[in-house]
């Protein structure tokens, strides 16, 4: 056998030459990484085009990963005969929005339509990969929708997406824990939110609430709650990031004290043990969106009848503000073969009144109509799992006082990303979160800076 | 007809016939030769050349050269992932090769009760997907309901938490010895089932134990078989990817997105949109893996020469 | 170097097993079953696992049975949700998988074969090449092949996962040295006296001898791409292509994101029970033909 000895030697010798040499052979690649299609530029449609294209048969691919919106589609279809839509899931969260910049560096094989959430507008807005609903009409629908969610997918001149829910973001609590510390429902503002931390450990030994250590999403509604809007984006190349602003900073001080002294779990949520957490007492209430209430229903069935619905405690009782946390809207894309038909469906799915009746009542998705917001069928649902509650009203009371300027950078995914392994290790570790705030900042920087981006930081 | 005279026979028409059978043999290697040009030296050059070219968000497309792969070189995220690749290796695979190596020879041996029944108990979490193994073990470490910590409970102790930062490199290194010891160990025991049976019976004659006759004569006579088990460890250990991309979704504040070179390529590409530079990490880490493997072999051999 | 004939090994075996088989020993047992209990208990755990519902999952012992029996109900939902998706990810994963090691161990039979039993220009350097490539890491040339595919147009298509999985540089290796065992020259030298062309020397007598490597070739390359997940995962964005391994992580996922999802712990856990079932079976039902094949090619480097 020793005589075979230097053979692999050799072959990574004669490995890396073949490779060397066809290196230098190929440097005339043609480019095929070209993307992001022109800025579209359509006339404005008038309602003859409209009929035309509703008649003319159709197919739109709309990548969602809505439960059941194949409901919603049926309805469309039978209304619309000859247009086809073919729902695909392509997966949930970071994944989808890989899915489709996979497909538009392709340049083939992607959607027409997409579920988006709002944080991820402006990063498709970004390299032209939507369509501009202004121009399909969209402007007609507008007065529809909630101000705050409208502002969400839309500027002066353009209109991304339209809504289709939203998140609001509120409080869920244990009576029976909270009235066990003594406490007379959810406290009003952040400082009796403190004290009563206090009371709930002292009294049960659990923990007011999870500030969960992996949810930008969350977090960040605490800050647009707050008022510190730390993000700006002007359409093109000017970024505004000040993740540590001073307001920014009150905020996670005040957490800075709940987490050090042990009166918050740190637990990353949506995982087997935060789902414990919350169906066995270890957490006492949860700062969750709109869609939330049904979700814990789903997943806490045990505890039926022991929640109830706040708003979030305040930072000034008398002027109640909120943030928002997750919801979604449906975009077009730039690139669709049929923009006028994909622009119709995107409207109509969100604006038929049997369509968002049936998503606010079937599916639960929190609306963003007025109309469903303000309607009796909606608000006056009582849940037994929250005590026979109108938990619908609290939360179409908290939509109210979501503030309308937030906004979002074109680089969400690297902000959401990057939270983990800054301010969200340092809440995982119950460490120095003004420091981990920092370095996100630095972090969120950095990069925006690498890519081209001018930033401004203030 | 006898050798011989197939020969003579043979003779006479060799040059036309080598020259048949050399086209046959192209013939017979051609497909496998295209499609190892196409599929792994040809994606090899293009993230080589694709490495060559910068784009940012704002900006668009510029030509590099070689300022990619050089930073790469000078990387932290990138440096940090090899390092905790390089510790995981150290540890983690002298623990699976001995395991495997260990009851490859115990099974060898005949000294095992029901020993085909407990070869294919240890083999069969190879036939277990890593995204199964990964979820499973996910779950096994939780630390409150899982059995590990209802184990540690019943006793009255404070189960450690699997997936803090301090113990989540070792939890994974617990996946990979789950998946792929029997893997180890089935290359192994073939390797010692073809040992002549010639020289163990003169190791007994001598009086040799089952200890010492492993030791000096099945051991080096599989030595080819353990370093081919090592190259896989290698290459294996440096490109992980599957059991630290799920253990993120349950412990994400303790694996970034550069826990391993290979996930740091992909959220490269994927999450900071960054395909050229993500080919330029995956060159490098390549070329990389390749260096170590032949370090791996060369000191292999030093030591047997020695 | 020494060859030893896939004949005598077999021989060797089952006189020393017949030998030894006299003299177990009480600790070498208990520790090789010690070891044996650790590869099987978390396997253990997941089957019982299949049969809890969600809530039993996780307010009951590991290792006990649930409060109800929920295996069926677990099923039901593993093969109905997302309009039953689950059936069309097994059917993409022995798709892919079969399709991908049928045509890996035709190229490496032919190339095997080809480099055992005759000699042509640039042998030792081509598969000097081919031995090294044994070393390239597969999954950091998935991100390339991925760039490069998506150029042409071929992401998102079975392709995109089938085409990269049938380079099996191991498998040629591994065929070489069968082919040189199993296939005796004196066969080949008969059938070209008889006037048996080259190729049908191969498929006639090479072919057949040449079986049970072949089928150890198969069962690696069918366990590497049904247990791929990287490249099926940046390959595929449709759902309905998906592999059990992307599409069982998805489900996972979905159960970890935020609005709009919900908690599908106990169908991930009965679906990647069912996922495994398969593929043990296959390696129990075969284990004489791989075992054997591995045998011979293992020591000979």
């Known amino acids: 056998?020793?005589?075979?000895?230097?053979?692999?030697?050799?072959?990574?010798?004669?490995?890396?030459?073949?490779?060397?040499?066809?290196?230098?052979?190929?440097?005339?690649?043609?480019?095929?990484?070209?993307?992001?299609?022109?800025?579209?530029?359509?006339?404005?449609?008038?309602?003859?085009?409209?009929?035309?294209?509703?008649?003319?048969?159709?197919?739109?691919?709309?990548?969602?990963?809505?439960?059941?919106?194949?409901?919603?589609?049926?309805?469309?279809?039978?209304?619309?005969?000859?247009?086809?839509?073919?729902?695909?899931?392509?997966?949930?969260?970071?994944?989808?929005?890989?899915?489709?910049?996979?497909?538009?560096?392709?340049?083939?094989?992607?959607?027409?339509?997409?579920?988006?959430?709002?944080?991820?507008?402006?990063?498709?807005?970004?390299?032209?990969?939507?369509?501009?609903?202004?121009?399909?009409?969209?402007?007609?629908?507008?007065?529809?929708?909630?101000?705050?969610?409208?502002?969400?997918?839309?500027?002066?001149?353009?209109?991304?997406?339209?809504?289709?829910?939203?998140?609001?973001?509120?409080?869920?609590?244990?009576?029976?824990?909270?009235?066990?510390?003594?406490?007379?429902?959810?406290?009003?503002?952040?400082?009796?939110?403190?004290?009563?931390?206090?009371?709930?450990?002292?009294?049960?030994?659990?923990?007011?609430?999870?500030?969960?250590s992996n949810e930008p999403g969350a977090f960040l509604s605490l800050l647009w709650q707050a008022g510190a809007s730390p993000f700006s984006f002007d359409g093109s190349e000017t970024l505004g990031i000040s993740l540590n602003n001073d307001r920014s900073k009150e905020v996670v001080a005040y957490w800075q004290d709940l987490v050090q002294n042990d009166l918050v779990g740190v637990d990353p949520d949506f995982t087997d043990t935060w789902y414990q957490g919350l169906a066995n007492g270890t957490y006492a209430s949860w700062q969750t969106a709109a869609w939330g209430p049904l979700f814990l229903q789903g997943t806490a069935a045990d505890t039926s009848g022991l929640w109830r619905a706040a708003p979030l405690p305040q930072w000034d009782a008398s002027a109640p503000s909120a943030g928002n946390w997750g919801g979604s809207s449906t975009a077009v894309l730039a690139n669709t073969d049929a923009p006028i038909a994909a622009s119709e469906f995107a409207k109509w799915l969100n604006t038929n009144a049997e369509s968002t009746e049936m998503f606010a009542n079937e599916q639960f998705l929190f609306p963003t109509r007025t109309e469903i917001l303000e309607s009796p069928e909606f608000t006056s649902d009582e849940l037994e799992f929250y005590g026979g509650q109108r938990v619908n009203e609290v939360f179409a009371e908290i939509s109210a006082t979501v503030d309308s300027d937030f906004q979002w950078l074109p680089i969400a995914d690297y902000v959401f990303g990057s939270f983990n392994e800054t301010i969200g290790a340092a809440i995982a570790e119950r460490g120095d979160l003004l420091a981990g705030l920092d370095e996100w900042q630095a972090d969120v920087v950095e990069y925006a800076t690498a890519q081209g981006f001018t930033v401004v930081e203030s | 007809m006898t050798i011989s005279a197939q020969k003579a026979a043979q003779q006479g028409r060799r040059t036309s016939l080598a020259r048949g059978r050399s086209r046959t043999a192209y013939l017979l290697l051609t497909p496998f030769i295209l499609v190892f040009l196409a599929m792994l030296v040809v994606p090899l050059v293009y993230s080589g050349y694709l490495s060559m070219f910068k784009r940012t968000l704002v900006g668009g497309e510029t030509f590099v050269g070689l300022q990619n792969i050089i930073s790469v070189f000078t990387d932290q995220r990138f440096l940090e992932g090899v390092g905790r690749m390089t510790v995981f290796f150290v540890v983690q695979v002298p623990i699976m090769l001995g395991l495997a190596l260990f009851i490859a020879l115990a099974l060898d041996s005949g000294r095992v009760r029901a020993a085909r029944a407990s070869r294919l108990a240890v083999f069969i979490p190879y036939a277990v997907p890593g995204v199964v193994a990964t979820l499973m073990w996910g779950y096994l470490y939780g630390p409150d309901f899982s059995p590990i910590a209802q184990a540690f409970k019943a006793v009255g102790l404070t189960p450690p938490d699997l997936l803090s930062s301090n113990l989540i490199l070792a939890s994974m290194m617990n996946i990979v010895t789950w998946e792929f010891v029997g893997y180890n160990m089935i290359i192994m025991f073939a390797a010692l089932r073809t040992i002549p049976l010639e020289s163990l019976e003169a190791a007994q004659i001598d009086g040799a134990g089952q200890i010492r006759t492993a030791l000096s004569i099945k051991i080096p006579a599989i030595r080819q078989a353990i370093m081919l088990t090592l190259i896989f460890s290698v290459i294996g250990t440096f490109q992980l990817f599957n059991e630290p991309s799920l253990l993120s979704k349950i412990a994400p504040n303790v694996i970034g997105t550069s826990y391993t070179p290979n996930l740091y390529a992909y959220s490269l590409a994927f999450v900071n949109q960054d395909p050229n530079y993500a080919a330029a990490v995956a060159f490098v880490l390549g070329a990389l893996i390749m260096t170590v493997s032949y370090v791996v072999q060369l000191r292999g051999r030093r030591k047997v020469s020695a | 170097?020494?060859?030893?004939?896939?004949?005598?090994?077999?021989?060797?075996?089952?006189?020393?097993?017949?030998?030894?088989?006299?003299?177990?020993?009480?600790?070498?047992?208990?520790?090789?079953?010690?070891?044996?209990?650790?590869?099987?208990?978390?396997?253990?755990?997941?089957?019982?696992?299949?049969?809890?519902?969600?809530?039993?999952?996780?307010?009951?012992?590991?290792?006990?049975?649930?409060?109800?029996?929920?295996?069926?109900?677990?099923?039901?939902?593993?093969?109905?949700?997302?309009?039953?998706?689950?059936?069309?990810?097994?059917?993409?994963?022995?798709?892919?998988?079969?399709?991908?090691?049928?045509?890996?161990?035709?190229?490496?039979?032919?190339?095997?074969?080809?480099?055992?039993?005759?000699?042509?220009?640039?042998?030792?350097?081509?598969?000097?090449?081919?031995?090294?490539?044994?070393?390239?890491?597969?999954?950091?040339?998935?991100?390339?092949?991925?760039?490069?595919?998506?150029?042409?147009?071929?992401?998102?298509?079975?392709?995109?996962?089938?085409?990269?999985?049938?380079?099996?540089?191991?498998?040629?290796?591994?065929?070489?040295?069968?082919?040189?065992?199993?296939?005796?020259?004196?066969?080949?030298?008969?059938?070209?006296?008889?006037?048996?062309?080259?190729?049908?020397?191969?498929?006639?007598?090479?072919?057949?001898?040449?079986?049970?490597?072949?089928?150890?070739?198969?069962?690696?390359?069918?366990?590497?791409?049904?247990?791929?997940?990287?490249?099926?995962?940046?390959?595929?964005?449709?759902?309905?292509?998906?592999?059990?391994?992307?599409?069982?992580?998805?489900?996972?996922?979905?159960?970890?994101?935020?609005?709009?999802?919900?908690?599908?712990?106990?169908?991930?856990?009965?679906?990647?029970?069912?996922?495994?079932?398969p593929l043990i079976v296959v390696f129990l039902y075969l284990q004489k033909f791989w075992q054997s094949g591995l045998a011979a090619g293992s020591v000979k480097e």
């Open chain 1, 1 to 212: 056998m020793s005589t075979r000895t230097n053979k692999p030697i050799r072959a990574i010798a004669a490995l890396t030459a073949v490779g060397a040499l066809t290196l230098a052979a190929c440097s005339s690649d043609p480019d095929t990484e070209n993307s992001s299609p022109e800025p579209v530029t359509s006339p404005a449609v008038d309602d003859a085009a409209i009929a035309e294209a509703m008649s003319t048969p159709t197919t739109i691919d709309f990548w969602t990963w809505v439960p059941d919106i194949q409901n919603e589609v049926d309805l469309f279809e039978a209304e619309y005969p000859d247009i086809t839509v073919n729902v695909q899931n392509v997966g949930q969260g970071g994944e989808h929005y890989t899915k489709v910049r996979t497909a538009l560096e392709a340049g083939d094989g992607g959607p027409d339509v997409m579920q988006m959430e709002y944080q991820y507008v402006s990063s498709f807005v970004l390299t032209n990969s939507l369509l501009n609903l202004k121009e399909y009409g969209a402007d007609g629908v507008q007065d529809q929708f909630v101000p705050w969610v409208w502002s969400q997918v839309s500027d002066d001149a353009h209109v991304w997406a339209i809504p289709q829910d939203s998140g609001p973001v509120g409080t869920l609590y244990r009576e029976d824990i909270f009235a066990e510390a003594g406490l007379d429902g959810s406290p009003e503002t952040w400082a009796e939110f403190a004290s009563a931390a206090q009371q709930v450990k002292e009294e049960t030994g659990s923990y007011i609430t999870n500030f969960a």
């Open chain 3, 1 to 277: 170097m020494s060859f030893f004939s896939t004949e005598t090994a077999r021989k060797s075996k089952s006189l020393s097993d017949v030998r030894r088989r006299k003299r177990t020993s009480k600790l070498t047992t208990v520790l090789v079953w010690a070891c044996a209990a650790y590869f099987l208990l978390p396997l253990l755990w997941l089957a019982i696992s299949s049969t809890k519902s969600n809530s039993d999952l996780f307010s009951t012992f590991g290792f006990a049975f649930g409060n109800e029996f929920a295996l069926f109900d677990n099923i039901a939902s593993v093969f109905t949700f997302q309009d039953g998706v689950f059936l069309r990810w097994v059917g993409n994963t022995v798709l892919y998988a079969g399709t991908s090691a049928l045509i890996a161990t035709a190229l490496a039979t032919a190339a095997g074969y080809a480099f055992a039993k005759y000699d042509f220009g640039g042998k030792a350097a081509i598969f000097a090449v081919v031995l090294g490539s044994i070393m390239i890491p597969l999954t950091a040339l998935a991100l390339p092949t991925y760039l490069m595919f998506s150029g042409m147009g071929l992401t998102n298509t079975p392709w995109a996962v089938i085409l990269p999985s049938v380079v099996s540089p191991f498998g040629v290796f591994l065929m070489r040295v069968y082919a040189t065992d199993s296939v005796p020259d004196q066969v080949i030298e008969a059938a070209r006296i008889d006037g048996s062309s080259e190729l049908s020397i191969f498929f006639r007598f090479g072919v057949p001898l040449m079986a049970p490597g072949m089928v150890t070739v198969f069962l690696f390359a069918l366990v590497a791409t049904w247990n791929n997940y990287f490249l099926p995962l940046i390959m595929l964005s449709d759902s309905a292509l998906y592999p059990l391994t992307v599409g069982l992580a998805q489900w996972q996922s979905m159960s970890a994101a935020g609005g709009g999802s919900q908690a599908l712990f106990s169908t991930v856990i009965t679906g990647s029970f069912i996922s495994i079932v």
